[in-house]
């Protein structure tokens, strides 16, 4: 199949770190992608890795790729009320030349 | 004025109208696409242009007709549309033909919603 799954919902307190986790189903993905989506507006990209790579670092956001498992973490430190938005997990399917979106996870940051 | 537009940002429309959503991109790109952006569902990828040209219809129905008259314009015409239909309709463009491998960049959206 070309599901790409992510849990809905992730609450967390101003100031701890967020994890949103990911899995995906297609072995032959080069890139795997984070979007974001703040109320009103489309998605934007965050970040991305190549499938070679295992770990990815970028100011506050690191992202972590379990290749043998298909896995995928975005996790971001110091999270603010401004991280509050949708957050959506995609992989870049060479085997289709296609980019199969996650159902987001919605991040919910208390003050 | 930069990156990816669309209009209107919301349309209401009766199911026995005629409507067109409008996205227009400002980056250069060659690729551009329309998805459907339902509550709790995946992405929905709807149709692919690469240079002008549909390469891909994701087995959408026909009252939804796409037009993509060159690379920087992509419409989607509307006609009898269902309830089901309501949804925020999202348009993108990427660089180049290979899909998986280019950032695509997404305008804000269409909310529309069918009465």
């Known amino acids: 199949g070309e599901d790409v799954e992510q849990s809905l919902f992730l609450s967390v307190r101003e100031g701890d770190s967020s994890v949103i986790n990911c899995t995906y189903t297609d072995s032959s993905s080069t890139y795997l992608y984070w979007y974001k989506q703040e109320p009103g507006a489309g998605l934007q990209l965050l970040t991305y890795i190549f499938s070679n790579m295992d770990m990815k670092q970028d100011q506050r956001l690191t992202v972590l790729l379990n290749k043998k498992d298909k896995h995928l973490s975005l996790r971001i430190a110091d999270t603010q009320t401004g991280d509050s938005a949708i957050y959506f997990c995609?992989?870049?399917?060479?085997?289709?030349?296609?980019?199969?979106f996650g159902p987001g996870t919605s991040l919910s940051v208390i003050p | 004025e930069t990156g990816v537009t669309q209009t209107p940002r919301h349309l209401v429309m009766g199911m026995t109208n005629k409507k067109s959503l409008k996205c227009e991109q400002h980056?250069?790109?060659?690729?551009m696409y329309w998805y459907k952006q339902s509550a709790k569902k995946p992405l929905e990828l709807m149709f692919v242009?690469?240079?002008?040209?549909?390469?891909e219809n994701n087995s959408v129905p026909s009252r939804f007709s796409p037009e993509c008259p060159n690379s920087s314009h992509l419409f989607l015409h509307l006609h009898t549309l269902q309830p089901e239909d309501s949804a925020l309709y999202l348009c993108a463009s990427s660089q180049e033909v290979a899909v998986s491998s280019y950032e695509q960049y997404f305008g804000p959206g269409t909310r529309l919603t069918v009465t």
């Open positions: 242009y690469n240079f002008k040209e549909q390469t």
């Open positions: 980056l250069g790109h060659n690729a």
């Open positions: 995609a992989e870049g399917q060479t085997s289709y030349d296609k980019v199969i």
